[in-house]
């Protein structure tokens, strides 16, 4: 293991984290807050000690290779998931009531989860309600990628870090070759996609505090609010209307957007991809599920119409904004919902979930195994539009979803013994936090604070799995992975 590249790459992502803290801290500046001092201590402290280290780390070899970088990138979102946890800590307003809140909270930001812990937002300052947002906008494209368009200049490879982040994520070749190009282009993409939902949002009547914290957490798919009441808190049908567009442009694969926008400049691009067609039909398929039962219960007024569209759209891309209650739905809406989520957005997309991609991946298998019984001697491949895809990703697939299937259970299983959580809010407990979707169902519909500490870390636990799409951690468990 090469500590020295360890070092150096984890001390940049510190000085990257400093930046939230000194924007939070002008906000708080802005409208005469006190934390804002601790903002500024922080971020100071942050980007001057991350950059001493990696001064000092400069005279040794920093090459990282596929070993570091997944020891880095899991690494990296436990140390400046508790490093973010500062400001609710020293803070004389007392945000988090205790340090496993004030990480839960980090975490889930830093997860783009969305699952929170603090009620009573309203009455927070605005340097925290800016905090938590611009924690979701960083984690959204992934703080690894952001780091991987900065290394070349610092004389760092990245290659490694970038893969590991979301592995499986970026295969399309339509972007730059270099991979420090295709992390910068995908920032950009990323960045001009906040600033057209932040826009938006002030057009459709938001304030412009309130339009900025929400574009990224939109764009991010994170789904954290100023209001208790998240997106119903406005009920207005306009910034509604925005956030399921950008919603839905999220939950798209970003190396999409950038063949459609920048390379080609073709909106047809969007209908030629099986993956973003399937995506389509998926969000469609599952908002017509939940208004047919919603009309059977006989709630289907103009408002229960929007709220049925918004939380399909909402749970489906696993962004997690509400406008009322699911709970209170007939069980079937919040159920679907649920587990509309375990499939998720695209690969490459902001999104939790296992993914369109993979989904495809399995069904096609599925088929060609039935074919192969009707037809022994027949050969059969799994094609998605005109690519064939290889057995070695059909095998990879695989293990993902089962891996993923098995940490479900098991996670759900400690869950169930560590709390006295019934059926439903355990079960949906999970499913929120490892799909990074945010509200549950239960006692966690709207927060999760009654929620005792041994859950809370699970969960956690289970934020961080589904944000590195599992294998990224647990290649550390193998005892071969630490062999010379």
Not at 235 to 258: Q, R
Not at 439 to 460: C, D, F, M, Q, R
């Amino acid at each position: 293991m090469n500590y020295a590249a360890v070092g150096s790459v984890l001390a940049v992502l510190v000085m990257i984290t400093g930046g939230p803290m000194l924007a939070s801290a002008a906000v708080g500046f802005i409208y005469g807050e006190q934390v804002a001092n601790v903002f500024a201590s922080l971020g100071l402290i942050f980007i001057l000690s991350g950059g001493v280290i990696h001064l000092l780390l400069t005279r040794f070899d920093r090459t990282v290779r596929v070993r570091e970088g997944f020891f880095i990138t899991t690494l990296t979102y436990f140390v400046i998931g508790l490093l973010c946890t500062l400001p609710f800590i020293l803070s004389s307003v007392k945000v988090a009531p205790s340090f496993t809140d004030a990480a839960f909270e980090s975490f889930s930001g830093l997860t783009t989860t969305g699952a929170t812990v603090l009620t009573g937002l309203e009455e927070l300052p605005r340097s925290f309600l800016f905090y938590r947002a611009s924690l979701q906008w960083l984690g959204g494209m992934g703080i690894i990628v952001l780091a991987v368009a900065i290394l070349p200049m610092l004389g760092i490879g990245g290659m490694q870090l970038f893969r590991a982040e979301a592995p499986g994520t970026i295969t399309d070749t339509s972007l730059k070759p270099r991979i420090a190009e295709a992390a910068k282009s995908l920032w950009i993409l990323y960045l001009a996609l906040t600033v057209a939902c932040a826009l938006a949002y002030w057009i459709a009547g938001m304030s412009l505090f309130d339009a900025i914290c929400h574009s990224f957490t939109t764009v991010a798919i994170g789904g954290f609010s100023n209001y208790d009441a998240s997106i119903g808190y406005f009920d207005e049908p306009m910034i509604e209307t925005v956030a399921i567009l950008f919603m839905l442009m999220a939950g798209l694969n970003f190396s999409l957007h950038y063949r459609a926008i920048i390379l080609k400049t073709d909106i047809r691009e969007y209908f030629r991809d099986p993956e973003a067609r399937t995506y389509a039909i998926f969000l469609v398929a599952v908002t017509v599920l939940v208004t047919s039962r919603l009309a059977m219960a006989d709630d289907m007024t103009g408002s229960g119409f929007r709220d049925a569209v918004f939380q399909a759209v909402s749970f489906a891309t696993t962004t997690g904004y509400t406008t009322t209650s699911v709970d209170s739905w007939p069980l079937l809406c919040p159920v679907v919902l649920v587990l509309a989520s375990f499939v998720g957005g695209c690969v490459g997309s902001t999104a939790g979930g296992v993914k369109i991609y993979r989904v495809l991946v399995v069904m096609q298998q599925g088929v060609r195994e039935i074919r192969r019984l009707i037809l022994p001697d027949g050969v059969f491949t799994v094609k998605l539009g005109a690519d064939v895809v290889d057995d070695r990703v059909i095998e990879a697939v695989w293990g993902f979803v089962t891996m993923y299937g098995l940490l479900f259970v098991f996670f759900l299983t400690c869950v169930l013994m560590v709390s006295d959580l019934d059926i439903k809010s355990a079960f949906s407990a999970v499913a929120a936090c490892i799909n990074n979707l945010g509200p549950g169902l239960g006692e966690v519909a709207h927060h999760y604070a009654s929620l005792n500490t041994p859950t809370k870390w699970l969960l956690i636990l289970a934020m961080v799995l589904g944000r590195l799409e599992i294998f990224t951690l647990l290649v550390l468990l193998a005892p071969r992975y630490w062999y010379r």
